[in-house]
Structure formats: C-alpha cells, structure tokens
C-alpha cells in the first residue's frame, strides 16, 4: 500500500506559540502512523499573501486589462506560475489529507493563508464551473482547519456576543474548501488557549492527539448535492423547485448557507452525521 501524504498549512508567526504546539504534535502523530507529512511554515517562508502580476511567467493573454483569475488559469495550463505557487500545488497535488493551522483573524484565516488559498488553489488546478462542490477537482482528498480562538466558546454560541460559529466557519469550509472538491473533515477548534491554564492547554493537546489516532477514517461534513440544483446561467445555479417543495416540511434548513429561511441544522459545519446523536 502506498505511503498516504498529509500536508500541514501553518500559519503563524512564532516557532513558539500553542498553534505551533498543536502542528508539531500533529506531525508527530501522523508520522507514527505511517504518514508522509509536509510542513508549509508559510511565515518562515515569506510565502507573498498578494494576488499580483508576478505569479505569472512570461506574456499576459490580456495586458490591456489585467484578470488576475484568467491569467493564472492559462499560466497553470502552460506551466508559466511563479515558482512559489508551483511548488505548494504540487504538496497539494500528493496529499490525501490537508491541514490548515492558525490562530482565527477578525472571523477568518490570517492575510498569509488567505493569500495561500487566492495563489494556490487557481482555477483549472483547483475547480472549474465544470468541476466544483461535490463533482470538485479534489473530491478524492480530505481537508480541515484546525484553529485557535481569542474568544471563548461560549461566545461563538447563536446566543453569543459573537454569534453561530456555524455562521463564522461557513465561507472558508464550503466556498473555499468543499468548493474545490475537497471532503471536509469536522474542525479543531482550540477555545482560548491564551487565557487558559497550563493544563487546560495540555488536554487540548491531547485531545488533539487522541483524534489524530482515527482521523483518515472520519466521515466529512455534509453539503448541498450539486444534483440538487440547477446548474446552469438559465437555471440560474437555483436549488430544484422539486427539492425546495420537499424541503418544506424539514424542521431545519438543509445546511448552514442553504438554511432557506428556517432555522439552521444544528452544528451543520462543526460535526459530521454520525457524530451528531
């Protein structure tokens, strides 16, 4: 059986900080396991967060009017992208499995890994309109964030100050990782480890470890099927009317972005189906 790869995205600036606590015991782990781990240390590499003209080699298609998406898109085909960006698509080319690791920014990833998903993942290597959600390029590889907050749980609560972390998760694990294809697997989430104790940041840790025993054989959340809509400009991409009449007399909306005016599937983006009853 051939060697299974993990890729780690790690995004934070301190060789000594919790989240770098949490990737080490993650290679660790995975590396007993058998795992080839990759480590993206996307700050120690200076990895560029913009989007610009110098991720293309050579001629642009369209000087006139620089688009940024097109002309990655034909640089992918011809082999014509930074070197920086090549080399990230080709760990995510051989993982089964990524990691994104980070400390969440303002409800979101750092500047440094949302610059990671705006190079990396360019259109044609990492969707299509023709390949994307479910049919996606990724299908056949699993991704996570595994992240840690400034807030306590209890804020990210639907009666929190800070509201559903549902909400909060929904556009980077649907519209940017289940968008590529990806199966995504339920998050990690460290609540505050800044503000706890020393052995309150250990069980963390260890819980960590525990998971990571029986990670590859988790089932990934739940998203729309593509099937369920229409999927096309005329159609105008809208869910089926036969799927929203038989949504009618559902208790919950269908996921957390599909919610169709009624309350939202209770943690639709933190836990998969089997590990909800």
């Not at 890729?7 to 301190?14: E, K």
């Not at 968008?179 to 998050?187: I, R, Y």
Request: charged share 20%; glycine share 6%.
């Amino acid at each position: 059986m051939a060697t299974k790869t993990v890729l780690i995205v790690f995004a934070h600036q301190s060789p000594g900080s919790f989240n770098a606590a949490v990737r080490d015991v993650a290679v660790q782990e995975l590396e007993q396991q058998g795992f080839r781990v990759l480590v993206s240390d996307l700050y120690a590499m200076k990895f560029r967060a913009d989007a610009t003209r110098d991720d293309i080699i050579g001629e642009l298609k369209n000087p006139e009017l620089f688009q940024y998406g097109d002309e990655t898109m034909s640089a992918w085909r011809e082999d014509r992208l930074s070197d920086d960006i090549v080399a990230e698509q080709q760990k995510v080319a051989e993982a089964n499995l990524i990691i994104f690791q980070f400390p969440l920014y303002w409800f979101s990833v750092p500047a440094i890994l949302k610059g990671w998903f705006d190079r990396v993942l360019t259109q044609g290597f990492a969707f299509s309109l023709e390949n994307m959600y479910d049919k996606g390029v990724f299908k056949d590889k699993k991704a996570m964030l595994s992240f840690s907050t400034g807030a306590i749980q209890t804020m990210f609560q639907p009666d929190g100050i800070n509201g559903d972390i549902n909400v909060t998760l929904w556009p980077i694990q649907n519209g940017t990782l289940h968008f590529c294809g990806f199966q995504v697997l339920a998050p990690q989430i460290f609540w505050c480890p800044a503000h706890s104790t020393p052995d309150a940041r250990t069980a963390m840790l260890d819980g960590w470890r525990a998971r990571l025993e029986g990670l590859m054989r988790e089932k990934p959340l739940t998203f729309a099927h593509c099937e369920l809509f229409n999927l096309s400009f005329q159609g105008g991409f809208l869910m089926r009317p036969e799927v929203k009449r038989q949504q009618e007399s559902e208790p919950f909306g269908l996921t957390t972005g599909h919610h169709l005016g009624k309350p939202l599937p209770p943690d639709n983006q933190l836990k998969a189906p089997s590990m909800e009853n």
